[in-house]
Nanobody
């Protein structure tokens, strides 16, 4: 089992920044690829960003590319999502998730992830 706890959400004005953190405990964190997803009211959950166990090959949804940065610190069992130039359409509950690492593959679909956090609310006002 891997337990994931997100933090860092909140209310921010458009153009502002937030940094989300996801602390992991349980099985060896460094064996898992990590991802961030989000779900806005009335919408389906969508992929935001993912990163391999090594911290390489970050992958982003087109809607956040150039504004968001995913990173991880395996020594601290933590993955981060730095969000800059936030827009009202970024408003959602953000979830981190853990997927078994697979060579050469970046997991971008929710079904590829085995463990999920409870989510943290991000609200961007216009």
């Amino acid at each position: 089992q891997v337990q994931l706890v997100e933090s860092g959400g909140g209310l921010v004005q458009a153009g502002g920044s937030l940094r989300l953190s996801c602390a992991a405990s349980g099985r060896t964190f460094s064996r898992y690829a990590m991802g961030w997803f989000r779900q806005a009211p009335g919408k389906e959950r969508e992929f935001v960003a993912a990163i391999r166990w090594s911290g390489g090959s970050p992958h982003y949804a087109d809607s956040v590319k150039g504004r968001f940065t995913i990173s991880r610190n395996n020594a601290k069992n933590t993955v981060y999502l730095q969000m800059n130039s936030l827009k009202p359409e970024d408003t959602a509950v953000y979830y981190c998730a853990a997927a078994p690492s697979r060579p050469g593959i970046v997991a971008v679909h929710g079904y590829e992830y085995d463990y999920w956090g409870q989510g943290t609310q991000v609200t961007v006002s216009s």
